[in-house]
């Protein structure tokens, strides 16, 4: 009798259900609640929420709850079902769960809190549930908060494409760098897949957006430009992806004259293919010391990097108007330097300089939101046992989608 009340406290049940009876198992580790109702309640369709007369029960079926005093504790019950006039016969709601769920809102949400933390493999363990259940919390998470996304305006959004598992697979993420979260993820590099997230978007979400930073992708420019009015004036390159493309280009100036240098018993550019690709402003002092001899030299290396550094200032302008003439003045310096992958950089940023210069305008990288990228790394890291790359897609909305996840009870 004691542990029936005991019982209808911890577990927060109310009238019309009440704790049966409880049976525990000691040897099992194991506490089973056995739940029942009164029996003229009034039931609701779980649909419309009209009341509506008990037609039967289902099957009795199981729900895990929090352990009590270290024990699993099991809830039973047969959930009533009503015939409504509208929807036919349909399961009442319970209060301790959301419909489908094998575990009870109290529990799922401790799974929640946890996967949060922790890795899905140290959840199920602790939690003594196996990968794929652990998984089936995440994705109703996931879902349950997708569908209360509110369609908020967007100013600036990025898109970023990241490699999933060894396979040179890629997903393509769309962030929102003001939020700093995932807006949505699709496999693939290709147009298709940022086609769909624009479908995703109210028509007062695609006005609001004011600039899309991307690598310079032509896929992913095709389906901006196919998909957002004055496409030309939002499309932001990446700076650090710019400044990538320039740092190969130094590379292989670099790679080619070491050779030579080395054929000739020179080894001055041995062991320096980080001095060339750091960013100086990451350099400590005696390292950018170290390097000056180096920088100040006559090598094509070293012209190579002076090209790449006067590119980056591009960056640093207020006004497009004298940008576009430092970038004149460069570009005829990169094409006059005998050094073939700089003209070719040179040639290739002159055909894009309008999304480089869009800068200036927006303001706006992939790298803006920090958090946000070491909170993907984490989901990649701890994707490495992802089987299928649905699974990759639920981990990064469940860990970056900035969605409320928490399971509610039914009223
Ligand atoms: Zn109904």
Request: charged share 25%; proline share 3%.
């Amino acid at each position: 009798m004691q542990d029936r009340q005991l019982y209808e406290h911890i577990l927060g049940i109310v009238a019309p259900w009440s704790v049966d009876h409880v049976e525990l198992k000691l040897e099992d580790g194991e506490v089973h609640v056995h739940l029942a109702h009164q029996e003229e309640a009034a039931w609701r369709c779980a649909e419309c929420g009209q009341p509506c007369p008990l037609h039967d029960h289902q099957a009795e079926r199981t729900w895990r709850h929090l352990d009590t005093c270290q024990y699993q504790t099991l809830l039973h019950a047969a959930v009533p079902r009503t015939a409504c006039p509208e929807h036919g016969v349909r399961a009442v709601r319970v209060p301790w769960a959301e419909p489908h769920s094998r575990f009870t809102l109290l529990f799922e949400r401790l799974a929640i809190d946890w996967l949060q933390a922790a890795s899905q493999q140290a959840v199920a363990e602790r939690l003594g549930l196996s990968w794929d259940e652990v998984h089936a919390i995440m994705e109703r998470a996931v879902r349950r908060g997708l569908k209360r996304r509110e369609a908020q305006p967007l100013t600036y959004v990025g898109v970023d494409e990241k490699a999933f598992s060894k396979g040179h697979r890629y997903a393509t993420l769309v962030n929102d760098l003001e939020r700093g979260c995932v807006l949505y993820v699709a496999e693939d590099r290709k147009q298709t897949s940022l086609d769909g997230f624009w479908k995703t978007l109210t028509d007062e979400q695609l006005q609001s957006i004011q600039g899309v930073a991307i690598d310079m992708w032509d896929p992913y420019e095709n389906s901006i430009r196919a998909h957002l009015p004055a496409a030309e004036e939002k499309i932001v390159y990446d700076k650090f992806h710019v400044a990538k493309h320039l740092g190969e280009a130094v590379d292989k100036v670099r790679r080619a004259e070491n050779k030579q240098l080395q054929a000739q018993g020179d080894k001055r550019l041995v062991g320096t293919r980080y001095h060339w690709l750091r960013n100086p402003d990451r350099m400590a002092d005696d390292q950018w010391r170290e390097f000056g001899a180096l920088r100040r030299s006559k090598l094509k290396t070293a012209r190579a990097w002076a090209l790449k550094e006067q590119a980056m200032v591009l960056w640093d302008y207020c006004y497009e108007q004298s940008a576009r003439k430092h970038f004149t003045w460069w570009h005829r310096w990169a094409t006059h330097s005998r050094l073939k992958p700089m003209i070719d950089k040179a040639k290739m940023l002159k055909a894009r300089l309008r999304g480089v210069l869009t800068y200036l305008k927006h303001g706006i990288t992939n790298a803006t939101s920090e958090s946000l990228n070491s909170k993907i790394q984490w989901v990649k890291y701890t994707a490495r046992g992802f089987r299928n790359f649905q699974n990759f897609v639920t981990a990064i909305y469940f860990h970056c989608g900035g969605l409320n996840l928490a399971p509610t009870p039914s009223t």
